[in-house]
């Protein structure tokens, strides 16, 4: 079974802090993205990936940015943390299977709920 | 560009009852569709989802949607709802002429009562 790891469950930081939020996924899945889930917003990408050092931004992708260093990882970083990013955070992979890629589902991690003071 | 309208923002049923939620698309084309379930405390799980073909879709946990392209609507039903079916659900569309970008509704909490 597909298995994406958030690497924090809870975070609390303080406005103006650097933090990273990291997440692994152990099937080899080229493509790995982040969202932001708000209540009545529903999820809203941020960032996304189809491969290594590959990366675009989704729709809301101010005040953060990403790392893909190798295939099974993807790091979402807020440069300079603000109270209005306190949200949880979800990050997804999938495979890619020939151009259809949404023949392969997005596979979440359990999130990482984030709260900025 | 895509977007997703869910309707309603809660519903509760009555166990045993059956269920319909309700999603609306509005893309150019026939779009891919996806409904998934998140448990609290968890993330997204895929239910079900429609690229062509056969307009209605079975998934997982007994759950059916059915794909009306007259009525930009892809709604998901259960004739018999289990307490543990208790949830968020969110309906997400994707273009079918490619790229990463899947677009969520606002989500419908479920309420099972016993």
Known sequence: DVKVTQSSRYLVK??????FLECVQDM??????????????????????????????????EGYSVSRE??????????????NQTSMYLCA????????IYNSPLHFGNGTRLTVT | AQSVTQPDIHITVSEGASLELR???????????????????????????????????????????????????FNLRKPSVHWSDAAEYFCAVAPT?????????????LKVEL
């Open chain 1, 14 to 19: 303080r406005t103006g802090e650097k933090v």
């Open chain 1, 70 to 83: 190798k295939k099974e990882r993807f790091s979402l970083i807020l440069e300079s943390a603000s109270t």
């Open chain 1, 28 to 61: 080899d899945h080229e493509n790995m993205f982040w969202y932001r889930q708000d209540p009545g917003l529903g999820l809203r990408l941020i960032y996304f990936s189809y491969d290594v050092k590959m990366k675009e931004k989704g729709d809301i992708p």
């Open chain 2, 23 to 73: 999603c609306n698309y509005s893309y150019g084309a026939t779009p891919y569709l996806f409904w998934y379930v998140q448990s609290p405390g968890q993330g997204l799980q895929l239910l079900l989802k429609y690229f062509s073909g056969d307009t209605l879709v079975q998934g997982i946990k007994g759950f059916e949607a059915e794909f009306k392209r007259s009525q930009s609507s």
């Open chain 2, 97 to 109: 002429g490619g790229g990463n970008k899947l677009t969520f509704g606002t989500g419908t909490q």
């Open chain 1, 93 to 100: 992979s999938s495979f890619v299977l020939t151009a259809r």
